[in-house]
Every structure is written in C-alpha cells, then in structure tokens.
T-cell receptor, first 114, second 111 residues
Framework: NAGVTQTPKFQVLKTGQSMTLQCAQDMNHEYMSWYRQDPGMGLRLIHYSVGAGITDQGEVPNGYNVSRSTTEDFPLRLLSAAPSQTSVYFC?????????????FGQGTRLTVV | GEDVEQSLFLSVREGDSSVINCTYTDSSSTYLYWYKQEPGAGLQLLTYIFSNMDMKQDQRLTVLLNKKDKHLSLRIADTQTGDSAIYFCADWSDTGNQFYFGTGTSLTVIP
C-alpha cells in the first residue's frame, strides 16, 4: 500500500515553461486535492476533486489546471511557469472529504521557477 | 473563507510541556485536526477532535477545544527532540468543501 505518491520530488523550470506534477493514490479515495506551501502562509488549496470527472477551484487556482480521469490520478499542470509559482506542492487524498477521515499527503514536490 | 490562525514559532526545553494554540472562524466546523510535518516530508495526522468534545487525550497528546471561543490547543507532554517539527491546525468546512490549514507552528525542542 503506497498511499499518495507524488513525482517529481524536485524540479527547476524556466519562466514560461510548462510541466505536470503527478499524483497517484491507491486507497480508492474519492477526494483529492493540491496545495501549495509557502513560508508563513501555511497550505493553500489550489484545486480539488470529489471524484473522477469532477474538479473545482480552491483558493489560489490561477496558473494551474487539473483533471481527474480516474479515481487514482490527479495531475496538476502549470501552463506557463512564473517565479511566483516557486513553492512546495502537496497532493492529498481522503476518503470522502467530509472531514470524517484524515487526509493523506504525498511527500511534496519542491518547484523552483527561474 | 475560513481563517485558521497559529503563532509561527515555539521553543521549549526537552522534558517540558509544549502548548500550541490555534483559533478558527468557521462556527460550523465539525472536525478539527492537528498535523505534524517533519523536514522534507509531507503532513501526517497526529490527532483530531470532533466538535462536540471538549478534550481528547492520546498518550502524550492532549487536545482542548473551546468551541465558544473557537480556540483549539495541542499539548505535548514530556516534549522530546524528536517532536521538533511544524504543527498545523486544520478544520474541515462543509460550506467550502475543503480543509483549511493554519500557517503552522514551528516547534523547536532544546536539549
């Protein structure tokens, strides 16, 4: 049981490049989400999904796209990277997202945009 | 949206108790959580409390909830150097359909 797997662990991008951060979970969780963590700001929600085919925006969605074609995978796409997107990104999943169960987090992707 | 506030830093001596505080604004919060983040790692759930409880104890951890003041605290008894980490308070919002996290409190344990 791998839990939540994020790849890559580290990435350096040039301004304007695009890339996809991968997230996969093997717990059959319906709710998946992406956060970014910045110093002094805690975790801020980028996008979330309550099931395959359903996604919605969080607090800071601009510059990011998501899709959820399967229950297991929830990739995050950066369309045109900007230095303001330098951050640590976490993917998380939980059973229903109703608060009754814990959220399981991936190990994070440290992204630097130069 | 929901606001979850924490102080940024706390320093304690090994063997002392640590108390990390958190305030939140959503009166409809049903579950409140404490997560721990060690360096270079993701967040791991430490404990949680249901909103109809005042207190929950789990080994060295004690969670106190004052729902009237919307105040949550985490007490770690006999703090060890391995407890040094960032601790996040979080709650689940049914209206926002998401978890809201505080800024995190960086706990440093001095040997």
């Amino acid at each position: 049981n791998a839990g939540v797997t994020q790849t890559p662990k580290f990435q350096v991008l040039k301004t304007g490049q695009s890339m996809t951060l991968q997230c996969a979970q093997d717990m059959n969780h319906e709710y998946m989400s992406w956060y970014r963590q910045d110093p002094g700001m805690g975790l801020r929600l980028i996008h979330y999904s309550v099931g395959a085919g359903i996604t919605d925006q969080g607090e800071v969605p601009n510059g990011y796209n998501v899709s959820r074609s399967t229950t297991e995978d929830f990739p995050l796409r950066l369309l045109s990277a900007a230095p303001s997107q330098t951050s640590v990104y976490f993917c998380a999943s939980s059973y229903k997202g109703r608060g009754e169960g814990e959220a399981f987090f991936g190990q994070g992707t440290r992204l630097t945009v130069v | 949206g929901e606001d979850v506030e924490q102080s940024l830093f706390l320093s304690v001596r090994e063997g002392d108790s640590s108390v990390i505080n958190c305030t939140y604004t959503d009166s409809s919060s049903t579950y409140l959580y404490w997560y721990k983040q060690e360096p270079g790692a993701g967040l791991q759930l430490l404990t949680y409390i249901f909103s109809n409880m005042d207190m929950k104890q789990d080994q060295r951890l004690t969670v106190l909830l004052n729902k009237k003041d919307k105040h949550l605290s985490l007490r770690i008894a006999d703090t060890q150097t391995g407890d040094s980490a960032i601790y996040f308070c979080a709650d689940w919002s049914d209206t926002g359909n998401q978890f809201y996290f505080g800024t995190g409190t960086s706990l440093t344990v001095i040997p």
